[in-house]
């Protein structure tokens, strides 16, 4: 399956962004989706994941609270809407799927199946 991000922008702090994730060429529904992120400097990172038809949603704890992930199947589509945006939010944000879960490979974003460009996300002080 191809993943194609986009959504992100240069915000202020407080603010809101809705990241969006288009799946092309395989069955989307089959799939777990979820989103990572990778500031300069550092190693990529889980934020969010929802298992297939949005049964199980995990996230970093550092954004709950704060960052929902859906996804619109019919759509081919799974978003990351964003709210209180802050400075360490700041990061490329990129969109991925599995065709299992397995919440380990997650949470340390090893052995996941496919993995689309990411979306740039900015978020001024």
């Known amino acids: 399956v191809q993943l194609q991000a986009s959504g992100g922008g240069l915000v202020q702090a407080g603010a809101s962004l809705r990241l969006s994730c288009v799946g092309s060429?395989?069955?989307?529904?089959?799939?777990?989706m979820g989103w990572f992120r990778q500031a300069p400097g550092k190693e990529r990172e889980f934020v969010a994941v929802?298992?297939?038809?949005?049964?199980?949603?995990d996230y970093a704890d550092s954004v709950k609270d704060r960052f929902t992930i859906s996804r619109d199947d019919a759509r081919n589509t799974v978003y990351l809407q964003m709210n209180n945006l802050k400075p360490e939010d700041t990061a490329e944000y990129y969109c991925a799927a599995d065709r299992m879960y397995n919440a380990y490979a997650w949470q340390t974003a090893n052995g996941i199946d496919f993995w689309g460009k990411g979306t740039q996300v900015t978020v001024s002080s």
């Open positions: 060429g395989g069955t989307f529904s089959m799939y777990v």
């Open positions: 929802s298992t297939w038809g949005g049964g199980v949603t």
